[in-house]
């Protein structure tokens, strides 16, 4: 496990990343807007490949469910080796402003969300990159990979904002929490438990 400082997680909103009041600007956003961009853009991929590019709607819908099951891999593999590098507690580290800080403050809303224009040019090099792998089902199924980074997005905004419903669901929430203030290397997948449950690292049941 990464340790923490004494005294890490603090309830205090409004945390600051960067002492350039510009780049501090464009680090914070609220939810709605990559919603918005990621959940149509997602749809808007999968469209054009039925109607524009005349693809069966068979392999539309079989890459667009591909790319959604690709990004939750994604999510746990960045999550588990990317934002928890060592230095993730440290400021000024990289680590840090990656997801250390979210640690550090995770009621801060504005902290829940990458950047638009960061995700935004990130997720057209990863368009060309699946065009060069899938040809023209690359924006089917890179439209089930944004869609797929959209509900990552919202369940992480809402495990962090909202109340756990008595429901299903439930673990979603309890997985996060464990992984916020009891094991952060434990429950890295945030959107499913799938990928914690086959890399072995879904908390165990007496932490629950």
Not at 5 to 21: K, L, W
Not at 166 to 184: A, G, R
């Amino acid at each position: 496990m990464t340790k923490k400082p004494s005294n890490y997680i603090t309830s205090e909103e409004n945390a600051r990343i960067f002492d350039n009041p510009i780049l501090e600007f464009l680090s914070k956003t609220h939810i709605s807007v990559p919603l918005t961009i990621f959940f149509s853009s997602g749809i808007a991929l999968s469209i054009y490949a039925l109607l524009s590019l005349n693809i069966d709607l068979k392999f539309v819908i079989g890459y667009f469910l591909y790319g959604f099951i690709i990004f939750t891999l994604v999510e746990y593999l960045m999550h588990r080796f990317l934002y928890h590098l060592p230095g993730v507690y440290t400021e000024g580290k990289i680590a840090y402003a990656l997801h250390g800080i979210h640690h550090k403050f995770p009621r801060d809303k504005k902290l829940l969300v990458m950047p638009p224009i960061l995700s935004v040019t990130i997720s057209s090099i990863i368009l060309g990159i699946n065009y060069l792998i899938f040809d023209l089902n690359a924006f089917a199924f890179t439209g089930g990979f944004l869609f797929g980074y959209a509900a990552y997005l919202g369940v992480h905004y809402m495990v962090h904002a909202i109340k756990p419903p008595k429901n299903i669901f439930k673990t979603l929430w309890v997985n996060h929490s464990i992984h916020h203030y009891q094991d952060d290397e434990k429950a890295f997948g945030v959107s499913s438990p799938l990928w914690d449950l086959v890399f072995g690292t879904l908390p165990k049941k007496k932490n629950r």
